[in-house]
């Protein structure tokens, strides 16, 4: 089953591939080639993430497993799900955590294993876990 990951490694691992630019604290920083050059031929061993919205129950098998084909087609090697509603997008018919919700993150899982990208999964009352009932409006 695909590992699930933490939003700290993401950040921490993120601030270090930009801490890396410069040379060992030597003062001697990479040349715009050499960073360029670092964006073009990403190692195996970076990690690159996305948030991945399931917007309004607005998900299928088939769009899912697509999903995860074009991310690692794209390099992305770590995506993180949230279920977000969004007011005015009609919601889908499968419903968040009902069976075929459960089949669905089954079977995103088990292609995430296959194609070797780490899944993490996160849930609030609002967007990003930034909102709620306890944050009211001016």
């Given at each position: 089953?695909?590992?699930?990951?933490?939003?700290?490694?993401l950040a921490s691992g993120?601030?270090?591939?930009?801490?890396s630019c410069n040379n060992a604290g030597t003062g001697n920083y990479a040349s715009f080639a050499d960073i360029e050059d670092g964006f073009r031929t990403i190692p195996d061993s970076t990690q690159i993430?996305?948030?991945?919205?399931?917007?309004?129950d607005n998900i299928s098998k088939k769009g899912v497993e697509r999903?995860?084909?074009s991310m690692k087609a794209a390099g992305i090697?770590?995506?993180f799900i949230g279920n977000i509603?969004?007011?005015?997008v009609p919601y889908?018919?499968?419903k968040l955590l009902g069976p075929e919700w459960w089949e669905i993150l089954h079977a995103a899982l088990k292609k995430a294993t296959?194609?070797?990208i780490e899944i993490g999964i996160f849930n609030g009352p609002g967007w990003s876990q930034s909102g709620g009932p306890w944050v009211k409006s001016t």
């Open positions: 089953m695909a590992k699930i990951t933490s939003l700290f490694s993120t601030c270090l591939s930009f801490l993430g996305v948030y991945w919205y399931w917007l309004s999903d995860l084909e090697n770590r995506a509603g969004i007011d005015g889908g018919d499968n296959e194609l070797d």
